[in-house]
């Protein structure tokens, strides 16, 4: 089993910045895609940003030049930088990962979360 561990989150204004990291519990050597999903009060849990270990990135429209999504495979970690952050995109935010590099659903494996909230 992999455990994911999320943290980075925090308050920041609007325009701001906050950098999430992943650290899973073991190797992820057999961990084809590694991303990150939000939810926020009352909404479904949606699609941030996903990579595969060889570097392809997918990222909602919504974050689509302002999120970066990067990963350090031998450190076990997956990365989210945040620029210019917006009050819409408040929200826990959560470490997935799976074996499947092509398919367009969440991995099996979840961490707990970690809360950003952008708001002046």
């Known amino acids: 089993q992999v455990q994911l561990v999320e943290s980075g989150g925090g308050l920041v204004q609007p325009g701001g910045s906050l950098k999430l990291s992943c650290a899973a519990s073991?190797?992820?050597?057999?961990?084809?895609?590694m991303g990150w999903y939000r939810q926020a009060p009352g909404k479904q849990r949606e699609l941030v940003a996903t990579?595969?270990?060889?570097?392809?990135?997918n990222y909602d429209s919504s974050v689509k030049g302002r999120f970066t999504i990067s990963r350090d495979n031998a450190k076990n970690t997956v990365y989210l930088k945040m620029n210019s952050l917006k009050p819409e995109d408040t929200a826990v935010y959560y470490c997935?990962?799976?074996?499947?590099?092509?398919?367009?659903?969440?991995?099996?494996?979840w961490g707990q979360g970690t809360q950003v909230t952008v708001s002046s």
């Open positions: 990579i595969t270990r060889g570097g392809n990135t």
């Open positions: 073991r190797s992820t050597f057999t961990i084809a895609t």
């Open positions: 997935n990962a799976g074996r499947s590099s092509s398919s367009p659903y969440p991995g099996n494996y």
